[in-house]
Structures are given as C-alpha cells and as structure tokens.
C-alpha cells in the first residue's frame, strides 16, 4: 500500500482518470450538454482550493477539495442521471487503489456524491465548496 498521502497532481496524471473523464465529457456531449472536460474539472478544481483557502482551512483539506473537484463529474461516463452517486462509487475505487487514506477518501466521495444540483447536500465543508465551485464554473 502506498504511504505517500495521495496528491491532487498524482489523480491528474493517472491515465485510468484521464479516460473516465474524457469518455464522460463525450457522453454529454452526445446528449448535448455542454463542455465538462479537463477545462471544467481543472477550473472546479482551482476554485474549490481557492475557496477553502480565503476561509482559512488547511493546505490539506484544499487538496482533497482539488481532488474531489476534479473528479466530480467521472460518474457522466455512466449516466447524467445520477452522476454523482457513480462517480462516487468510481472515485472510491480508483482512490483506493491508489493508497488514498479511508478518512480522506470517505471526505472525496461525501463531496462528490453530494454535489449535483438537483440533490447537493452540503455534508461537510469540502463537499458545500465543491458545490459552490461547480455552479460558478
């Protein structure tokens, strides 16, 4: 098991993300959604660390934010109709494998399996900045 506490740069270089994501963002596409590739998810990402730091929490807690953001939307690679519970479900397991710690990893998957519009639920302050982060991208 990996020791190293996992990095938000660590998710955007695994290439198993990278295709989740891309496939995601083509499914949408199909259905005629607009853009939710590397841009959005790069962008949610850099606004949910950035929120949590002019609150004053931790260079930690906003890593796990820029995580969560990232991979917010892999779930649209299933279905749009609840996304956020499979990219939940997704993230889980690619975290996992990659040696994410269960506290933090449990903080990732509250946020995105909270984040969607329709249903966003603020369980904690990752997941209320990870909401606000995807309505203002």
């Known amino acids: 098991m990996n020791t190293e506490p996992l990095t938000y740069e660590m998710v955007r270089q695994n290439e198993a993300i990278k295709a989740y994501i891309r496939m995601a963002d083509e499914a949408l596409i199909a259905r005629g959604y607009t853009e939710h590739s590397f841009a959005h998810v790069t962008k949610t990402a850099a606004a949910a660390s950035s929120i949590l730091a002019q609150t004053g929490h931790g260079t930690r807690e906003q890593e796990l934010a820029s995580i969560a953001a990232y991979l917010h939307d892999i779930g649209n690679v299933v279905n749009r109709a609840g996304h956020e519970q499979s990219g939940a479900l997704m993230a889980f397991t690619l975290l996992r494998d990659m040696g994410a710690q269960p506290e933090e990893l449990a903080q990732i998957i509250a946020a995105i399996g909270n984040h969607d519009e329709g249903t966003a639920f603020p369980v904690s302050d990752i997941a209320a900045t990870l909401i ?6």
Request: charged share 15%; proline share 0%; net charge negative.
């Open 132 to 137: 606000l982060a995807d309505n203002t991208i």
